[in-house]
């Protein structure tokens, strides 16, 4: 049974910093690449970041300079580290494993005050 477990998210003032973290079971971590994305209330899932199996990383343009995607395959984990966090950035961010198939986590909830 494939597990993506996210946590990390809290409620912080604009200009802090969260890191997230996504724990993975049920799959070979190492051969998947590896995705954040977030939804705001009342709008769609949207990419935020991605490692790749490769350790490639890609960023929305809107994060960019501010978050920073990393991995560690023994600990079968992706993180999220977000500083200068944003009130827009508010959101349920969800952690994404794909490879031929995709898994999605629960999610969690960051609020970033003004």
């Known amino acids: 049974q494939v597990r993506l477990v996210e946590s990390g998210g809290g409620l912080v003032q604009a200009g802090g910093s969260l890191r997230l973290s996504c724990a993975a079971s049920?799959?070979?971590?190492?051969?998947?690449?590896m995705d954040w994305y977030r939804q705001a209330p009342g709008k769609q899932r949207e990419f935020v970041a991605t490692?790749?199996?490769?350790?490639?990383?890609n960023y929305a343009n809107f994060v960019k300079g501010r978050f920073t995607i990393s991995r560690d395959n023994g600990k079968r984990t992706v993180y999220l580290q977000m500083d200068s966090l944003k009130p827009e950035d508010t959101g349920v961010y969800y952690c994404?494993?794909?490879?031929?198939?995709?898994?999605w986590g629960q999610g969690t909830q960051v609020t970033v005050s003004s």
């Open positions: 994404n494993a794909h490879r031929s198939v995709g898994y």
């Open positions: 490692v790749t199996a490769g350790d490639t990383t």
């Open positions: 049920g799959i070979v971590f190492s051969r998947y690449d």
